[in-house]
C-alpha cells in the first residue's frame, strides 16, 4: 500500500512538473514570438523611414533646381526675348539638372504664359508637348490643377500611366505683376520608383504601397499595403 502511495505521489509531483514546464514552456515561445514580431515591426519601420527620407531628398532636389531656375539670367523671359540664340542658353543650362537627382530622367519647363515648353532635348508649342509628348493631355485640366494653389502637384494621369508626374507652377515677376507664369514637370518612371522603393524596404515585388507629401497624396491609395506619409514635415 505505501508503494502505491508512493508511486501516487511521484507520478503527481512529476505531472505537476511537467505542467509547470510546459506552462513555462508555452509563455516563453509566446514572448520570444512577440519580441521576433516586434524586432521585424521596428526593422520595418526603420525601412519605411529610410523610403521616405529618399522621397524627400529626391523633392528637395527638384526644389532646389527650381530655386536656382527662378534665380537663372537664362530662364528669365525678358533674357529669351532678346534674340532666338537665347533659346540654346536656356537648353543648355536646363540639361545640367539631369545629374542633381535620380528622378531627372524626363523633365520640362513650362511657359505657361508664353505657350512654349523646354526641355534638354528641345522646344515644343504647347500643342505638341500635350498631344504628342503627353499623349494628348488636356493643357486646360493641368492649368485648373495647378491654379487654385500654386503648390506643388502630383498625378499618375491616364494619358502617361507610366509615370508619376510631379508639377511645380512658379512664376517670374512679383505676386502683383507676374511677367510669365511657369511650370517645372518632372516625369519619374513609375517602374523605377516602385522597384527603388521595394528594394529599400525589403518588400516583395509587386506590394502596393502609397506616397504622401505635406498631406497631399503623390500616387496609391489608402488601402495599399504600405503607406509613406507625413514626408515633407
Same mark, same amino acid.
Given at each position: 500500500?505505501?508503494?502505491? /502511495? ?7 509531483? $512529476? ?17 520570444? #514570438? ?16 529610410? /523610403?521616405?527620407?529618399?522621397?524627400? =531628398?529626391? $523633392? ?35 540639361? =545640367? ?8 530622367? &524626363? ?55 507610366? /509615370? ?14 507676374? #511677367?510669365? &507664369? ?10 523605377? $520608383?516602385? =522597384? ?14 502609397s506616397l504622401r507629401y505635406n498631406g497631399i497624396d503623390m500616387f496609391g491609395s489608402a488601402d495599399d499595403d504600405a503607406m509613406l506619409h507625413n514626408?515633407?514635415?
Open positions: 500500500m505505501r508503494g502505491n /502511495a508512493f508511486k501516487r505521489y511521484v507520478f503527481s509531483y $512529476l505531472s505537476m512538473a511537467l505542467t509547470i514546464c510546459l506552462t513555462l514552456g508555452l509563455t516563453l515561445n509566446l514572448v520570444a #514570438t512577440r519580441q521576433l514580431v516586434q524586432t521585424e515591426m521596428d526593422i520595418y519601420r526603420g525601412r519605411l523611414a529610410q /523610403a521616405g527620407d529618399y522621397i524627400e =531628398r529626391q $523633392l528637395a532636389a527638384i526644389e532646389d533646381i527650381l530655386l536656382d531656375i527662378k534665380t537663372q539670367l537664362a530662364f528669365q523671359p525678358f533674357h529669351l526675348k532678346q534674340d532666338a540664340t537665347k533659346s540654346i542658353d536656356l537648353l543648355e543650362a536646363l540639361s =545640367r539638372y539631369s545629374s542633381y537627382s535620380s528622378w531627372m530622367d &524626363e523633365y520640362y519647363l513650362w511657359y505657361r504664359t508664353d505657350e512654349r515648353v523646354f526641355s534638354p532635348n528641345g522646344t515644343y508649342t504647347e500643342e505638341v508637348f500635350f498631344n504628342y509628348i503627353m499623349n494628348g493631355m488636356e493643357d486646360t485640366s493641368l492649368e485648373s490643377a495647378l491654379a487654385p494653389t500654386d503648390k506643388i502637384y502630383f498625378q499618375v494621369a491616364d494619358n502617361r500611366p507610366d /509615370a508619376l508626374m510631379i508639377c511645380l507652377p512658379f512664376y517670374f515677376g512679383t505676386n502683383k505683376l507676374r #511677367t510669365e &507664369e511657369c511650370a517645372l514637370i518632372v516625369m519619374v518612371r513609375l517602374n523605377y $520608383l516602385r =522597384r527603388t522603393i521595394w528594394e529599400i524596404t525589403g518588400t516583395e515585388p509587386g506590394a502596393s504601397f514626408l515633407g514635415t
